[in-house]
């Protein structure tokens, strides 16, 4: 009789509390991310969610108390099992956690991207070197010794006949000839040891002196930027498009959109709980790189110049951000309505703008 009644009371008092307006209600909302959207700076946070949130709810005279989470799955979690009322952060919209029947999303508040981050490496003698074996370089030569051999092999054919003593009549050294006299024609040097005497060499020579300054200006233009690279040493990690990252030692902070997204690429993660701490397993080598999102990537290079680190030339994929609510909340509707708001006014382009220019 006393337990059914303690219950009831329970029941009472949490219908009474949910039935409250929701401005008279001290909303439980939790925070988990990373700068540049969650900033925690002593006893005060700041950061593009935490900025928006307030806005967010300053127009809805919301009252709340901030909570911080360890990550965005226990966050989620804690909305899920009603001991948070909002998630605050760079939380993906993921249709993995769309899937989740507790909880529901707000409108977006803010368009990503997943970044990776990668080491620079120091130039070796031998990446260097690399520079000269490189396709661009192999293909130009090869494409010339061919031509050279045709136009040798031309010229020998027209002149092997009557002009024996400067292309003799035996393949080899005829061919040999041949190639000599291509050559010298090619770089304009001309020692005039050998010339063709027929009409149809002459014409084979004149034609071979017009491609000659195309070949010249496409196998110059090709050993210069060789040259170019040598000299500055500008050579980077290996990773220069998505693919190359499967099966790679990859770093991920747990329990974001960045593991998905290297669970479904294939690569070995290696998680850790904070974006420091990932940063710090490429720095020490034992990663390769680390998936996360490009703004927060961005603002860490940002305030850390002395990281021999860069991030990718490439994009993973686009995702929204928004704030985590349990499903069929009542804070649903206002908060899509003062987010849409902010966003044609431009407010949130400004807050973004400010932490990462």
Not at 203 to 231: E, R
Not at 283 to 297: Q, T, Y
Request: with cysteine; aromatic share 8%; net charge positive.
């Amino acid at each position: 009789m006393g337990f059914s009644r303690r219950w009831s009371t329970v029941l009472l008092i949490t219908a009474l509390t949910q039935a409250l307006p929701l401005q008279a209600r001290e909303l439980r909302v939790g925070v988990s991310g990373s700068p540049p959207f969650v900033i925690q700076e002593g006893a005060s946070d700041s950061g593009i969610s935490l900025d928006i949130w307030r806005r967010v709810a300053e127009e809805n005279g919301f009252n709340y108390t901030l909570l911080p989470q360890k990550s965005p799955k226990s966050g989620i979690t804690a909305v899920e099992q009603g001991r948070l009322d909002v998630l605050v952060g760079p939380i993906s919209i993921t249709s993995k956690r769309l899937a989740i029947p507790g909880v529901d999303f707000t409108q977006p508040y803010y368009l990503g991207k997943s970044g990776v981050l990668l080491p620079i490496q120091p130039p070796s003698a031998f990446s260097r070197l690399q520079v000269f074996f490189g396709w661009a370089v192999i293909s130009s030569v090869l494409v010339l010794l061919s031509v050279l051999l045709v136009v040798g092999s031309l010229i020998w054919l027209a002149e092997r006949h009557r002009n024996s003593e400067q292309f003799p009549q035996a393949w080899l050294p005829g061919i040999c000839s041949g190639m000599w006299f291509a050559v010298v024609t090619l770089t304009t040097v001309g020692y005039g040891d050998k010339a063709p005497i027929t009409r149809t060499g002459r014409g084979i020579t004149a034609v071979w002196m017009v491609i000659s300054l195309i070949a010249v200006s496409s196998l110059t233009a090709s050993l210069a930027s060789a040259f170019t690279l040598f000299l500055s040493g500008a050579t980077e990690a290996a990773i220069s498009d998505p693919q190359q990252l499967s099966g790679r030692r990859v770093a991920v902070v747990e329990g974001t959109s960045g593991m998905e997204l290297a669970e479904r690429g294939g690569m070995r993660l290696l998680p850790k709980p904070t974006l420091a701490a990932a940063a710090d397993l490429i720095v020490s080598g034992k990663a390769e790189a680390l998936i996360f999102d490009r703004p927060a990537l961005r603002y860490y290079l940002k305030n850390n110049p002395q990281l021999e680190l860069r991030l990718a030339p490439f994009t993973l994929s686009e995702e929204t951000y928004g704030f985590v609510v349990k499903a069929n909340s009542p804070l649903r509707t206002p908060l899509d309505v003062s987010i849409l708001k902010l966003q044609r006014q431009g407010k949130v382009k400004a807050i973004a703008d400010q932490l990462l220019d």
